[in-house]
């Protein structure tokens, strides 16, 4: 992050917004699947967020921890996020009917 930020100009991230972004509060889902699946639908009952878009890092971490990190996804966090909220579609979550639907 230090270089790309250097890059385009971005402060320098700091330990204290780290803490920050990843904290109760923060955006960044990081810890285990127990923690992220905590994370999740704290995020969807206090902003009513329905959607996420997960990066990560394939730079710096082995390829064997990417692989498992999206194996633990699949198969730990996203079953038990669908078994809390069920599998509607976001269109039915934000109280929206799709095109098909009407």
């Known amino acids: 992050m230090k270089v790309v930020g250097k890059q385009r100009g971005f402060l320098p991230p700091t330990r204290d917004r780290y803490?920050?972004?990843s904290g109760a509060q923060g955006g960044l889902l990081i810890g285990s699947p127990d923690e992220i699946i905590e994370?999740?639908?704290l995020m969807h009952?206090?902003?009513g967020q329905v959607r996420s878009y997960i990066h990560i890092d394939t730079g710096a971490v082995p390829?064997?921890?990417v692989l498992k990190t999206i194996e633990l996804y699949g198969t730990v966090v996203r079953p038990a996020v669908q078994a809390e909220l069920g599998t509607a579609t976001v269109?039915?979550?934000m109280g929206r009917t799709t095109p098909a639907a009407a």
């Open 45 to 47: 009952e206090h902003w």
């Open 19 to 21: 803490d920050q972004d």
């Open 63 to 65: 390829q064997r921890e």
């Open 39 to 41: 994370r999740i639908l």
């Open 91 to 93: 269109d039915e979550l």
